[in-house]
């Protein structure tokens, strides 16, 4: 679980973590339909999800961090607008790769704010490791395209992705006006992109209580505050 900073500074050394520096992104874009409110905004004891999200991002010490799909005023922090709107996780990957400055991303998203520091170092020194165009984390078979570290100079081929749906949007014709419109707004998902990387797996084999998300009010009933945050 998310830990307080004092407990995580001590095993910190930004320069060993990442020698050659990475973009912070956080994924805070969406409806939040299910939530019912702006997931980004909900606290964890005295903060909320983003600024928790920020904050481990600043402690690992990334060189620059980039928001998707939401506007705020936080010292340190790029705003990133949609390149291509309505398209989604990958939609925002695009833009947020497209404004990197650095070769390499961890990628998180808003709502899921209990990812331990350790977890996201050992991330990226896993994928510091190799020479993959990505390091997704897994667990018991199932894998996290929206933790992991991306290299970004791959952004051209979510582009492909976007542009290749939009293409067959408007050349397919459907005599049932509602599936038409399903199609329509059919996204593309990040995984699409992943079959096109040469990626490697990390294996969290940690509490797998740090990799909930929250989508819904009934998810936060899970635990009390005194369990997010000390």
């Given at each position: 679980?998310?830990?307080?900073?004092?407990?995580?500074?001590?095993?910190?050394n930004r320069e060993e973590i990442f020698k050659k520096g990475f973009s912070g992104i956080i994924l805070a874009g969406g409806r939040s339909r299910r939530m019912k409110r702006d997931k980004s905004e909900i606290k964890i004891g005295?903060?909320?999800?983003?600024?928790?999200?920020?904050?481990k991002l600043k402690m690992l010490g990334?060189?620059?961090?980039?928001?998707?799909?939401?506007?705020?005023?936080?010292?340190?922090?790029?705003?990133?607008?949609?390149?291509?709107?309505d398209c989604g996780p990958l939609g925002g990957l695009y833009s947020c790769f497209?404004?990197?400055?650095?070769?390499?991303?961890?990628?998180?998203?808003?709502?899921?704010?209990?990812?331990?520091?350790?977890?996201?170092?050992e991330l990226l020194i896993t994928h510091q490791s190799s020479l993959k165009d990505a390091t997704i984390?897994?667990?018991?078979?199932?894998?996290?395209?929206?933790?992991a570290v991306y290299n970004t100079r791959k952004y051209p081929l979510i582009k492909t992705l976007l542009d290749g749906t939009a293409k067959q949007v408007t050349v397919v014709c459907f005599p049932d006006k509602n599936i038409a419109e399903k199609k329509a707004k059919k996204k593309p998902a990040?995984?699409?992109?992943?079959?096109?990387?040469?990626?490697?797996?990390?294996?969290?084999?940690?509490?797998?209580?740090?990799?909930?998300?929250?989508?819904?009010?009934?998810?936060?009933?899970?635990f009390p505050p005194s369990s997010f945050i000390s």
């Open positions: 679980m998310f830990t307080s900073t004092k407990a995580n500074i001590a095993f910190m005295d903060k909320t999800f983003l600024e928790i999200q920020i904050e990334a060189s620059e961090i980039l928001i998707s799909g939401k506007t705020v005023q936080f010292s340190g922090v790029k705003n990133v607008s949609d390149i291509i709107p497209a404004n990197c400055s650095c070769d390499d991303a961890l990628v998180l998203c808003v709502d899921s704010p209990l990812l331990s520091i350790t977890t996201l170092k984390l897994s667990h018991n078979g199932i894998t996290e395209p929206l933790i990040v995984r699409a992109f992943l079959d096109r990387l040469d990626f490697r797996l990390y294996e969290f084999k940690g509490d797998e209580t740090e990799l909930l998300n929250f989508n819904t009010p009934e998810d936060l009933h899970h």
